[in-house]
C-alpha cells in the first residue's frame, strides 16, 4: 500500500484529494447508500487530506517494519478505507484486494515473528504489561477517539471503540495479573482470532479465484482463447517498461491461447488442489509467477504484489523458515563484512553459539 501511495503521490490532490472530480458531496452521498466509512469527508480543507494521505503511508511503512503491529494495522485499516471510499470509482481489483485483507489483518498476530515487535520482545520484557510506552499510546489513541468520535458506539466508531477496549483489557491483565488463568484465557482467545482471520483470509482467496475463474468460463472471448490478446494490445495496460515484451507475446497467438486457457484451469482448480499438498506447493509458485507476468505485460503491479502476498499464505511453513533462516544469515554476513570483518563467513548457528 505505501508503494502505491507513493507512486499516485504526484496525483493525489486529483485522485482523493481536494481538487478529484468526485466532490465531497458526492462522495457522501455514496458512502451513505453503501454505509461506507471515509475520514475525507469532515473536513474539505487541503490539509486535513494531506495529514490522512502521509499518515496512511507511515501506518504502511511502520505495519511492514512490524512496530507496533496492534496499533498501527488499525491506522492502516481506517487510511486505506478512507482513501478508497473518498473515490471509489478509480479503484481496480488490487485495491478491492486491500480493502478486504487490511480488515481481516487487525484481527491477526502478524507481529510475532519477523518484525521489530518481536525483535523487542526477545530483546528486552516479554510481558506487554511492563511497556510503558504502549501504554501511553493506547492513551493517547483513548483520547482521538474521544474527540473524533465522542460515545457514538455504532457503526465504524463502535469497532474501533471495541478495538481500543480490548487493547486496554489485554495490558491491564498483563500488568496485574501475569500469571492468571485470564491472561492465559485471553491468550487462547487472540490465537484462536487469528486462526480464524487466517481461515477466512484462505476462503476469501479462494472465493477472488474460484468466481474470477468462473467468470471467464462465460466469455466468449475466453472460450475461444483470445481472451489476453486484447489487454495486451490496449495502449492504458501496456505502459510498462518493456512495451515490445508485451507485443511480443500477443503477436504469438499459439501463446496467448495456452496462456488464456491455462489462467481459466489455474484460477478454477485453485480452490480443489490446496487438499493435495504436493499439487499445491507447485501450483502457488506458477500463480506468483502468473501475477508477475501481469505486473510485467500488463503494467498492474500493484495488483499483482496484492495477489502474490495473498499467495504466499498457502506456502509451507518449513519453506518460510527456510527462507527467514537463509534472509537473516545473508544479512548478518553483511552487517559483519561493514563492521569490518571482510573475510567473515560464518553461518548463524556460530555467531549464535559465539554470542
Request: net charge positive; aromatic share 14%; proline share 3%.
Amino acid at each position: 500500500m505505501a508503494a502505491f501511495l507513493i507512486c499516485e503521490w504526484p496525483h493525489r490532490r486529483v485522485l482523493y484529494g481536494d481538487r478529484s472530480a468526485w466532490s465531497l458531496d458526492l462522495a457522501g452521498r455514496l458512502l451513505a447508500e453503501q454505509h461506507g466509512f471515509t475520514l475525507l469527508t469532515w473536513w474539505s480543507g487541503r490539509w486535513w487530506f494531506e495529514l490522512v494521505y502521509h499518515a496512511t503511508i507511515i501506518a504502511a511503512v511502520l505495519l511492514m517494519l512490524g512496530w507496533r503491529t496492534r496499533a498501527t494495522s488499525v491506522f492502516l485499516m481506517v487510511g486505506v478505507h478512507s482513501l478508497a471510499n473518498r473515490n471509489s470509482l478509480v479503484t481496480d481489483g488490487g485495491d478491492n484486494i486491500m480493502q478486504v485483507m487490511v480488515i481481516y489483518l487487525v484481527l491477526t498476530r502478524c507481529g510475532r515473528v519477523w518484525s521489530l515487535d518481536a525483535r523487542r520482545n526477545r530483546c528486552g520484557s516479554t510481558n506487554p504489561g511492563q511497556d510503558s510506552r504502549g501504554f501511553l499510546m493506547w492513551q493517547a489513541l483513548g483520547l482521538l477517539l474521544l474527540w473524533t468520535f465522542r460515545f457514538d458506539i455504532t457503526g465504524w466508531a463502535g469497532a474501533l471503540w471495541g478495538l481500543w477496549a480490548v487493547h486496554g483489557l489485554w495490558w491491564l491483565v498483563n500488568r496485574w495479573f501475569p500469571r492468571s488463568q485470564g491472561r492465559a484465557l485471553l491468550d487462547a482467545g487472540a490465537q484462536m482470532v487469528h486462526n480464524c482471520a487466517m481461515l477466512v483470509i484462505a476462503v476469501q482467496v479462494c472465493f477472488i479465484y474460484a468466481t474470477a475463474g468462473w467468470y471467464k468460463i462465460q466469455g466468449s472471448l475466453w472460450q475461444n482463447g483470445t481472451a489476453l490478446y486484447y489487454p495486451l494490445r490496449i495502449e492504458e495496460w501496456t505502459l510498462t517498461p518493456w512495451p515490445w515484451l508485451s507485443e511480443l507475446v500477443a503477436a504469438n497467438m499459439v501463446v496467448v491461447f495456452l496462456l488464456t486457457y491455462g489462467t481459466v484451469i489455474l484460477q478454477v482448480a485453485f480452490p480443489f488442489v490446496l487438499v493435495n499438498r504436493r499439487v499445491k506447493n507447485v501450483l502457488i509458485p506458477v500463480m506468483i509467477a502468473e501475477h508477475l507476468g501481469i505486473a510485467v505485460l500488463m503494467g498492474l503491479p500493484f495488483l499483482s504484489l496484492a495477489a502474490i502476498v495473498c499467495d504466499m499464505l498457502f506456502l509451507p511453513t518449513a519453506f518460510l523458515l527456510w527462507a527467514g533462516a537463509r534472509c537473516t544469515d545473508t544479512f548478518r554476513r553483511l552487517w559483519e563484512r561493514a563492521r569490518g570483518f571482510p573475510g567473515s563467513t560464518r553461518s548463524t548457528k556460530e555467531v549464535a553459539a559465539q554470542t
